[in-house]
């Protein structure tokens, strides 16, 4: 009898998918580079974009200055797969200085998830 009992237990447990239902087998991760900050700066008197911002981000030991991309709509972009808790100095001369809040860059699996910015610059 005791032989049967540990037969069926046996057998239930070769029978159990331990799949949690993330097949991750499937997962494709892009080659794509992204970027965790993604920044606009508008002149808070006209709404134009502004070019030639200083943008720097830190991170506790790691600072970084945004790099400006273009040609099109002046974006900046830093903190490419860096995950972190990040305060940003915007500045621009002719311009207040804007210090923000700390924002929180997390990843999934494959990439950092962007976080779309946008500050409005106050003339001096």
Same mark, same amino acid.
Do not use: W
């Given at each position: 009898?005791? $032989? ?6 046996? #057998?239930?447990? +070769?029978?159990?998918?331990?799949? %949690? =239902? ?19 700066? $508008? ?6 974009? #502004?070019?030639? +911002?200083?943008?720097?981000?830190? %991170? =506790? ?64």
């Amino acid at each position: 009898m005791m $032989k049967k009992l540990i037969l069926l237990l046996c #057998l239930a447990l +070769v029978s159990c998918d331990f799949n %949690d =239902g993330s097949n991750d087998d499937d997962l494709v991760c892009t080659a794509q580079f992204v970027y965790g900050l993604v920044v606009t700066v $508008k002149d808070a008197s006209t709404g134009e974009d #502004l070019e030639g +911002v200083t943008i720097t981000a830190i %991170d =506790g030991e790691y600072e970084e200055t945004l790099m400006e991309s273009g040609p099109g709509p002046v974006v900046y972009l830093g903190a490419g797969e860096r995950p972190g808790n990040y305060t940003l100095t915007i500045q621009k001369e002719g311009f207040q200085t804007i210090v923000s809040t700390f924002i929180n860059v997390t990843a999934d699996v494959c990439h950092v998830v962007p976080q779309e910015l946008s500050f409005n610059l106050q003339p001096n």
